[in-house]
Structure formats: C-alpha cells, structure tokens
C-alpha cells in the first residue's frame, strides 16, 4: 500500500501519514551539460538538515532532477474525503507552484548558471511518514498471521539492500539487531515532552518546519 498505508490500516494513522514531496526537473543548457554529469557532478544531499535539497546529475538530454525532503504535503485519500479528481488536482498545481519560488532560490544560490533554466518536469514524490521517520516492521499485534513493513518516510530506497533480511527476520520471529528499532509503537502525545525529543533528533526534525497544507479541500 505504500504511502497509503493507513488507508488501508487505520489503526495506524495516529503513527503515520501519506504526504506528498516535490520534485521538478530541470532543463540543463546544452554547454553546461558536461558539468551536471559524471565525473564532475554526483548525486548530492545540499544540507539536508536545514534546506532539505537534494538531487542527481543530469541525464544525457540535461535533464537535472532536484527534490526537497521536508515537511511535504498531507495527502488525503479523495474516496474517503470525497474530494474531486479536478480539486485534488488543482490544489496540488497550487502546492506545486508555490514550490517553485523555493526551488529557483536555491538553484540560483547553489548552482548560478542554471538561474534561468527551465521547469520541464514537476511531480510529487509520495511518501509515508512514520512519527519518527523509522520504519515500522513488526506483526500487528491485534491480527495473527499479518506483518507490515512500511513507513520509508523517504528512506526506503536507500535501505532496500537490507530491507529484505530485516523483514524476512521478522515474520520469521528471528533475532535482528534492527529489529527493535523498527517495533510496533505508538506517537507521543503531541506537545509532550517525548514528542519534543523525537522532532530535535535526526530526520524528524524537519516536522517542526512551518510549511502547512494551507488549501483546504
């Protein structure tokens, strides 16, 4: 189920969300190609902790991807809010636009001679957020026989090497020294003092950012 995860396990909404990360694709000029690809450019996490960019070169056409790993937008599943395909839509296209103010800022800043380049692709990378960003691998505790993996919170494809011993460890009942990481868990109260810890470690800190899904459906 992937971002739609508590769609599907509603049980686990109070832990994870689905939201939606930006991305847009650049379009190197041709003279400026050879500086966006191997060797001289690799893929690259442009202070992730504080401006949240990163990408990879370019491709042969001078296709240049950049995304943003941050607070992201909160998806709603559109059966359930009984939302149109036409105003999920629009509401994205405005997400996506203001998205691209961010994005030329830090182009301009980062790499100068693509200050002008132009948009040629804009998507939104789907995600599901865990409270903490760590992934839940664990058998549900209330449905014998049913073990879920999943809450990538935009770590999934980094991790797929070993993905796939942890989980097989797991619905195996077999020790794996990550396996307690990744237990079933509950979110702390919102405002308590082990919810604050969570958002000033690693990856969850960029839940404190004040980037809101201001467009209501």
């Known amino acids: 189920a992937g971002a739609?995860?508590?769609?599907?396990?509603?049980?686990?909404?109070?832990?994870?969300?689905?939201?939606?990360?930006?991305?847009?694709?650049?379009?190197?000029?041709?003279k400026f190609i050879p500086l966006f690809r191997e060797p001289l450019f690799l893929p690259y996490v442009a202070d992730i902790g504080r401006t949240g960019f990163y990408g990879f070169m370019s491709k042969e056409d001078g296709r240049l991807k950049v995304g943003h790993h941050g607070f992201g937008y909160p998806m709603v599943d559109p059966d359930v809010a009984n939302v149109s395909e036409a105003d999920m839509d629009a509401v994205l296209q405005a997400a996506l636009e203001r998205e691209e103010k961010k994005f030329r800022a830090f182009i301009i800043k980062t790499f100068p001679v693509l200050h002008d380049a132009p948009i040629i692709f804009r998507r939104l990378c789907m995600y599901n957020d865990t409270f903490d960003t760590d992934f839940l691998i664990d058998h549900d505790p209330d449905r014998p026989g049913l073990v879920v993996a999943t809450g990538g919170s935009g770590h999934g494809f980094k991790f797929t090497p070993i993905l796939g011993s942890i989980i097989a460890d797991v619905v195996e009942r077999k020790s794996n020294s990550y396996a307690h990481r990744f237990r079933w868990r509950s979110a702390p109260k919102e405002g308590s003092a082990a919810a604050l810890?969570?958002?000033?470690?690693?990856?969850?800190a960029r839940f404190v950012e004040t980037d809101k899904f201001v467009s209501k459906l």
């Open 197 to 204: 810890n969570v958002q000033e470690k690693g990856d969850a």
């Open 4 to 30: 739609w995860t508590p769609v599907l396990l509603p049980q686990l909404k109070p832990v994870m969300r689905p939201v939606g990360q930006v991305v847009l694709h650049f379009q190197v000029p041709k």
